[in-house]
């Protein structure tokens, strides 16, 4: 009798320990470790390099003209849009915030509809655009002269710009250094040659 009890606990404690081992691969197999459901959840689609390429008409894969429900359909791996407001002319008017997702700056995308909607022009935020020759926001008015020809210099919209039709291009210049009461009367040539860009308008 007491021979039979001891099979049964031996039994018993052999049946445990198989069960234990059981459970520990099981768990072993099919439970994700933290590190790894952190390192998952960190992985994000780089943007493409070319997606901050300014050129004449576009900015990356953004071409004026294209229409708006195709890039809201297709947005830059790597990138996030949104709605804004902007107030043009007295006006309120839709555009489109596109940037890449880990910065809080990238392109503005205006829009023209008659009737369907397509880009009108794209003001560049972001010091991650440059242009093929390097220029970008921080660049020297005198660099842009260097690599673009400059056809006029003036105000509009509220900034002073410095335009280049050749290039498709309108460089938003800081006025800190200009006389303002003269801004309405500046040529390309008066321009200090270390006057910043703040801004880039691609047309």
């Known amino acids: 009798m007491l021979k039979n009890i001891g099979y049964a606990i031996l039994l018993g ?3 445990a320990a198989c069960l234990s081992e ?3 691969e099981n768990t072993t197999a099919t ?4 590190e790894e459901m952190v390192a ?5 689609p780089e943007p493409d390099p070319l997606e901050f390429i300014l050129a004449k008409g576009r900015a990356g894969s953004i071409k004026i003209g294209r229409p708006v429900t195709e890039i809201r359909s297709n947005i830059p791996a790597g990138f996030t849009i949104k709605d804004t407001v902007l107030l043009q002319e007295g006006t309120e ?9 880990t910065e809080s700056k990238g392109i503005v995308i205006e829009q023209t509809c008659e009737p369907d909607c397509k880009v009108w022009r794209i003001a560049v935020n972001s010091p991650a655009y440059k242009t093929a020759a390097g220029i970008g926001i921080g660049s020297k008015y005198g660099e842009v002269q260097a690599r ?4 006029f210099v003036g105000l509009g919209e509220g900034i002073f710009v410095a335009v ?11 006025t800190a250094q200009l006389p303002k ?14 006057t910043l860009v703040e801004g880039i308008l691609v047309y």
């Open 13 to 15: 404690v052999g049946m």
């Open 22 to 24: 059981s459970e520990s």
């Open 148 to 151: 673009y020809p400059i056809s």
């Open 164 to 174: 280049s039709e050749e290039a498709g291009f309108s460089f938003i210049l800081d």
């Open 93 to 101: 008017a839709t555009a489109y915030v596109l940037r890449p997702e």
């Open 31 to 34: 439970t994700p470790q933290p």
């Open 40 to 44: 998952e959840e960190s992985i994000k």
């Open 181 to 194: 009461h003269r801004l309405h009367k500046l040529k390309p040539a008066d321009v200090p040659a270390n």
